[in-house]
T-cell receptor, first 115, second 114 residues
């Protein structure tokens, strides 16, 4: 089944404790992206990756890191989480260059709480 | 990137046709218009995409006037299960179809009543 998976689905952590949210897709997509969603603010893009080893900042990259060492994986890293990073996070993927479609496939989401 | 403006919310009744309009006054020549649907606590789901005139698929139609400064998502005969947030997304598609930074905005919350 074609899908985007994220782990963990729920996470409660404390300020300053490094964490990683994993994202994996099995569709051989080139484009991958991370979003956060907060009440009243809609979906905001954190980082995106056009292909392996190619990443770029979205609208709200502060406090986040990403890496794209393999095509299928795009982990989101919070080196020193703070309470304002409490949010619902989504990973997404799409065909990317040559696909000529903005059809993104979203993961199930990760609800992160930083206390 | 073109900024989009949508109504914050809309109400409808089952069986009615719903039209949600998105304004994108500064759309660029190579921008495409895409609509997504999102249910609570789920990731958005692609509905439809278009460049100009009219596009129709099994779930919706997308109407884009000649000046492309707005677009209208049309949902025929909505049901309770169409209650969701709908996002209009405008993004460039230069040669090669690269995507880059995508801006979703705040969306339109559609409530369908029995």
């Amino acid at each position: 089944e074609a899908q985007v998976t994220q782990n963990p689905r729920y996470l409660i952590t404390v300020t300053g404790k490094k964490l990683t949210v994993t994202c994996s897709q099995n569709m051989n997509h080139e484009y991958m992206s991370w979003y956060r969603q907060d009440p009243g603010l809609g979906l905001r893009q954190i980082y995106y990756s056009m292909n392996v080893e190619v990443t770029d900042k979205g609208d709200v990259p502060e406090g986040y890191k990403v890496s794209r060492k393999e095509k299928r994986n795009f982990p989101l890293i919070l080196e020193s989480p703070s309470p304002n990073q409490t949010s619902l996070y989504f990973c997404a993927s799409s065909l990317g260059a040559g696909g000529f479609s903005y059809e993104q496939y979203f993961g199930p989401g990760t609800r992160l709480t930083v206390t | 990137l073109a900024k989009t403006t949508q109504p914050i919310s809309m109400d409808s009744y089952e069986g009615q046709e719903v039209n949600i309009t998105c304004s994108h006054n500064n759309i660029a020549t190579n921008d495409y218009i895409t609509w997504y649907q999102q249910f609570p606590s789920q990731g958005p789901r692609f509905i439809i995409q278009g460049y100009k005139t009219k596009v129709t698929n099994e779930v919706a139609s997308l109407f884009i006037p000649a000046d492309r400064k707005s677009s209208t998502l049309s949902l025929p005969r909505v049901s309770l299960s169409d209650t969701a947030v709908y996002y209009c997304l405008v993004a460039p598609s230069p040669y090669g179809g690269s995507q880059g930074n995508l801006i979703f905005g705040k969306g339109t919350k559609l409530s369908v009543k029995p």
